[in-house]
């Protein structure tokens, strides 16, 4: 049951801010989302081995007893690890980096740690997902499938059928979407 009154209208696109209106901005881009996890021996397969991405950064932090793993799909090739400075002036140039933060012993049995928050949750309400783009929606979908993933949403479910949500480990919702489908509908072949 919705608390909105009855008259209520949204507000308007067109009177909304729709780009940068101060140029000092124009070199600004979208960095990085962090997101934390249980156990990154599980998330890490998940990211790298479903989803293809690539880890290109370790940074264990014992002082907060925490590690924060950078994952990407890479724009260019990944400078040598060993290379520190080399290495950091191309992580901090990629765009879309995920970072997942994993805090010491969530993992451990004894830990007796629940999980996190997706933010999906009614009484959590938040941050809602990451989305990736695949080449081919179905034969992504079939894949997920044939690996194990669950599913929130499948492509033939509901009235969007272009797209899918997948759940990662620590049940975070990841929008998968037909690279230029944008929000057409895509038939399966």
Request: proline letters at 7%.
């Amino acid at each position: 049951m919705s608390s909105l009154p009855e008259n209520y209208q949204p507000p308007d696109p067109s009177s909304l801010p729709t780009g940068p209106l101060d140029t000092t901005t124009s070199a600004y881009g979208f960095s990085h989302t962090m997101i934390r996890i249980k156990d990154p021996r599980v998330s890490l397969d998940f990211y790298t081995r479903i989803l293809g991405m690539t880890l290109v950064r370790v940074m264990s932090m014992p002082a907060g007893k925490f590690t924060n793993y950078f994952l990407c799909y890479p724009q260019s090739a990944v400078p040598d690890r060993d290379n520190h400075d080399q290495l950091m002036g191309w992580l901090w140039q990629q765009q879309g980096i995920l970072e997942l933060c994993h805090n010491w012993g969530t993992e451990l049995p004894e830990s007796d740690f629940q999980g996190y928050k997706s933010g999906n949750e009614p009484e959590h309400k938040g941050f809602g997902h990451i989305c990736v783009f695949v080449d081919d929606l179905h034969k992504a979908c079939d894949r997920f499938t044939t690996l194990g993933v669950r599913f929130k949403k499948r492509p033939e479910d509901g009235q969007m059928r272009h797209i899918a949500f997948i759940l990662d480990p620590d049940g975070y919702w990841i929008e998968i979407i037909q690279k230029s489908a944008g929000d057409k509908e895509v038939t399966k072949n």
